[in-house]
T-cell receptor
Framework: AQSVTQLGSHVSVSEGALVLLRCNYS??????LFWYVQYPNQGLQLLLK??????LVKGINGFEAEFKKSETSFHLTKPSAHMSDAAEYFC??????????FGTGTRLQVTL | GAGVSQSPRYKVAKRGQDVALRCDPI?????LFWYQQALGQGPEFLTY????????KSGLPSDRFFAERPEGSVSTLKIQRTQQEDSAVYLC????????????FGDGTRLSIL
């Protein structure tokens, strides 16, 4: 099955600490991978995307992700969490079709 | 610059009623997608348009769901004879045509069926 798996439905970090949100995918073709963020009662906002250029992708708000083909992973990181980063994060991919397949999401909590 | 606009933002309907949800994509975006997001879940694909052509409707859960995009711009998702399990947030997204292009999402319509 073509899928996206996000380990950890809830992640809690202290303000200023490293953020690591995990995403693994399965795909029979080279995937395009995306991270989106969703704030309450809003749609999804693109953080970053991987489209087979550089394996380390930098996005908005200080986030980055590294594509590792051998591990079929695309984990999202940020060196120092801010209170405003608290939100739901979704990893997604496209395969042979343009539609997005999403993971189940990770809710990030940032504490003082 | 306008983003993807969806209306209404909230819709409450009684079981058995028909509802229509509207999506106004970003100007010039050829591709338009509808997703359904249940509470606490990731969005699930419903259907895809390229211009006015509906190229993929494999995600529509039943024949009560119908989508159209007659002039290749605004799209409407219609649900007939609504049921409680239709309660969800319906998200619309638009993009340029290639699959590496990011999809831009509207704020969604939260549908509640009583």
């Amino acid at each position: 099955a073509q899928s996206v798996t996000q380990l950890g439905s809830h992640v809690s970090v202290s303000e200023g600490a490293l953020v690591l949100l995990r995403c693994n995918y399965s795909s029979s073709v080279p995937p395009y991978l995306f991270w989106y963020v969703q704030y309450p009662n809003q749609g999804l906002q693109l953080l970053l995307k991987y489209t087979s250029a550089a394996t380390l992708v930098k996005g908005i708000n200080g986030f980055e992700a590294e594509f590792k083909k051998s591990e079929t992973s695309f984990h999202l990181t940020k060196p120092s969490a801010h209170m405003s980063d608290a939100a739901e994060y979704f990893c997604a991919k496209t395969g042979t079709a343009s539609k997005l397949t999403f993971g189940t999401g990770t809710r990030l909590q940032v504490t003082l | 610059g306008a983003g993807v606009s969806q209306s209404p933002r909230y819709k409450v309907a009684k079981r058995g009623q028909d509802v229509a949800l509207r999506c106004d994509p970003i100007s010039g975006h050829v591709s338009l997608f509808w997703y359904q997001q249940a509470l606490g879940q990731g969005p699930e694909f419903l259907t895809y348009f390229q211009n006015e052509a509906q190229l993929d409707k494999s995600g529509l859960p039943s024949d009560r769901f119908f989508a159209e995009r007659p002039e290749g711009s605004v799209s409407t998702l219609k649900i007939q004879r609504t049921q409680q399990e239709d309660s969800a947030v319906y998200l619309c997204a638009s993009s340029l045509v290639y699959r590496d292009q990011p999809q831009h999402f509207g704020d969604g319509t939260r549908l509640s069926i009583l």
